[in-house]
């Protein structure tokens, strides 16, 4: 099943690979950002979050928690992800995957931007990946969920390198908080 715009995201209480709670929906948020990548060690996806990194704080300043899931085990992503500034999640078994429709594809590796973006990560770190845990098919996905656990947008990737970056999210946001059609959290302690 794929979500679309107004859905409720299903709950989840996530652990990070550094041993952190994360909650889905999130009620200290305005906003997740909820990121299905590939597999830790994946060029592409690793290029992508560095454009994400470097833009963090200016996201979190919109309200925004990035949440990062991979389908690697904890132990590859720590080699990968320990030093990323949002909360990165294991999910070897691929069952949020699942839960969200995210799917995998020979289209992954067939976009030319693809080879462009992991070699440019190759390029900037000197690091290849040591193996592709659960293949190197999958496809990203990419949704903005707000605190009340509904989808204000969602994005299935086409290939590897289709991932939202800071701009967009961004965008989104500004959009979704000017529209007044996707409901905006309540202040704490104030009735829904």
Not at 3 to 10: D, K
Not at 42 to 58: A, S, W
Not at 168 to 187: C, E, F, I, K
Request: aromatic share 10%; with cysteine; net charge positive.
């Amino acid at each position: 099943m794929k979500f679309e715009i107004g859905q409720s995201a299903p709950s989840a209480l996530l652990e990070t690979i550094l041993g952190q709670r994360v909650t889905i929906p999130d009620s200290g948020s305005a906003w997740v950002h909820l990121q299905f990548r590939r597999f830790a060690g994946c060029p592409v996806c690793n290029f992508h979050l560095m454009g994400l990194t470097r833009r963090h704080e200016e996201v979190r300043a919109a309200g925004v928690r990035q949440v990062v899931v991979f389908h690697s085990t904890r132990e590859e992503m720590l080699g990968y992800q320990a030093q990323l500034p949002f909360d990165c999640v294991a999910d070897p078994h691929k069952r949020l995957y699942r839960q969200y429709g995210v799917e995998t594809s020979i289209r992954a590796l067939l976009h030319p931007s693809v080879f462009w973006s992991g070699m440019r990560w190759v390029l900037a770190t000197r690091r290849f990946y040591r193996r592709a845990e659960n293949g190197i098919l999958g496809l990203p996905a990419d949704f903005l969920i707000d605190a009340r656990g509904r989808i204000a947008a969602a994005h299935y990737g086409s290939h590897a390198d289709d991932q939202w970056d800071s701009d967009h999210v961004l965008r989104l946001v500004g959009t979704a908080a000017r529209s007044g059609d996707l409901s905006q959290p309540s202040p704490r302690g104030s009735a829904s």
